[in-house]
């Protein structure tokens, strides 16, 4: 049997494929945590940022700034290793769930917090982008009717405004799923590191006895072929919807 023979023969065990299936689901579910709570966690950093203008709530304007800038502005490398060490766990998500262990348990809450604190301050530009990019007569508009200032917001600035940015928010998520691969340096579980993982033990599967430079190829391969699936599929969507927005505007 050759090597590469024997690396490909590694994809061929149900059991290998089934690990690296997880860690697939657990790649797309930490970037979609990391997604909606980056819009929720931005949009309220993008009206701060925008509208805390006057004395009593500028301070909030300020520190809108500073965390988006702050965040935006530095590696996402880095803040996963300042989570793993500094973000504290609650002790409802401390305990072994998901046929993991209490320890791997934290070290994913710990490195989720980095991507979603990093993505959130990403997010928080483009929603701000939305917001700008509604007229202003939209808020006279609404003040004519009778709407309060968050009224205007919530039924009249704000749907107009996602429904603006849904595109790039979509580019936003492939480079979430893309960037949940450094993860893989704190050893959590998503699909990367899983390929890390299967890697340094693959002289056990490829019936060669050791690990070959064709078992890097075949399973970091693997790897980014299934990143490019998920990233060509939501890219395709994205190009779609900008062809054709009536159907979805």
Same mark, same amino acid.
């Given at each position: 049997?050759?090597?590469?023979?024997?690396?490909?023969?590694?994809?061929?065990?149900?059991?290998?494929?089934? /690990?690296?299936?997880?860690?697939?689901?657990?790649?797309?579910?930490?970037?979609?945590? !990391?997604?909606?709570?980056?819009?929720?966690? =931005?949009?309220?950093? !993008?009206?701060?940022?925008? /509208?805390? &203008?006057? !004395?009593?709530?500028?301070?909030?304007?300020?520190?809108?700034?500073?965390?988006?800038?702050?965040?935006?502005?530095?590696?996402?490398?880095?803040?996963?290793?300042?989570?793993?060490?500094?973000?504290?766990?609650?002790?409802?998500?401390?305990?072994?769930?998901?046929?993991?262990?209490?320890?791997?348990?934290?070290?994913?809450?710990?490195?989720?917090?980095?991507?979603?604190?990093?993505?959130?301050?990403?997010?928080?530009?483009?929603?701000?982008? =939305?917001?700008?990019?509604?007229?202003?007569?939209?808020?006279?508009?609404? /003040?004519?009717?009778?709407?309060?200032?968050?009224?205007?917001?919530?039924?009249?600035?704000?749907?107009?405004? /996602?429904?603006?940015?849904?595109? &790039?928010?979509?580019?936003?998520?492939?480079?979430?799923?893309?960037?949940?691969?450094?993860?893989?340096n704190v050893a959590v579980i998503e699909l990367m590191s899983r390929v890390?993982?299967?890697?340094?033990?693959?002289?056990?599967?490829?019936?060669? =006895? &050791?690990?070959?430079?064709?078992?890097?190829?075949?399973?970091?391969?693997?790897?980014?072929?299934?990143?490019?699936?998920?990233?060509?599929?939501l890219s395709s969507s994205v190009r779609y919807m900008q062809k054709h927005?009536?159907?979805?505007?």
């Amino acid at each position: 049997m050759s090597t590469l023979e024997g690396s490909l023969s590694i994809l061929k065990n149900p059991a290998i494929i089934m /690990y690296l299936l997880k860690g697939i689901a657990f790649t797309i579910v930490l970037s979609v945590v !990391a997604v909606i709570l980056g819009i929720l966690i =931005g949009s309220l950093l !993008a009206l701060a940022r925008n /509208y805390c &203008t006057s !004395a009593k709530t500028r301070v909030f304007k300020w520190l809108a700034t500073s965390y988006i800038e702050i965040f935006r502005n530095t590696p996402l490398l880095l803040w996963i290793f300042i989570c793993l060490v500094f973000f504290p766990v609650p002790k409802a998500l401390s305990d072994a769930m998901f046929g993991l262990s209490s320890v791997e348990v934290k070290l994913l809450v710990k490195a989720s917090a980095a991507l979603i604190l990093f993505t959130s301050s990403v997010i928080a530009e483009i929603v701000r982008g =939305g917001l700008n990019s509604v007229a202003q007569g939209q808020f006279e508009a609404g /003040y004519s009717q009778g709407f309060s200032t968050i009224q205007v917001m919530i039924y009249i600035v704000l749907p107009q405004a /996602y429904r603006k940015i849904i595109p &790039t928010l979509l580019s936003q998520v492939i480079t979430t799923i893309k960037d949940s691969s450094y993860l893989a340096n704190v050893a959590v579980i998503e699909l990367m590191s899983r390929v890390k993982t299967l890697l340094s033990s693959a002289n056990n599967y490829n019936g060669t =006895g &050791t690990v070959n430079v064709s078992d890097v190829f075949v399973l970091f391969g693997f790897a980014a072929l299934i990143y490019f699936i998920i990233n060509f599929t939501l890219s395709s969507s994205v190009r779609y919807m900008q062809k054709h927005p009536r159907r979805f505007f």
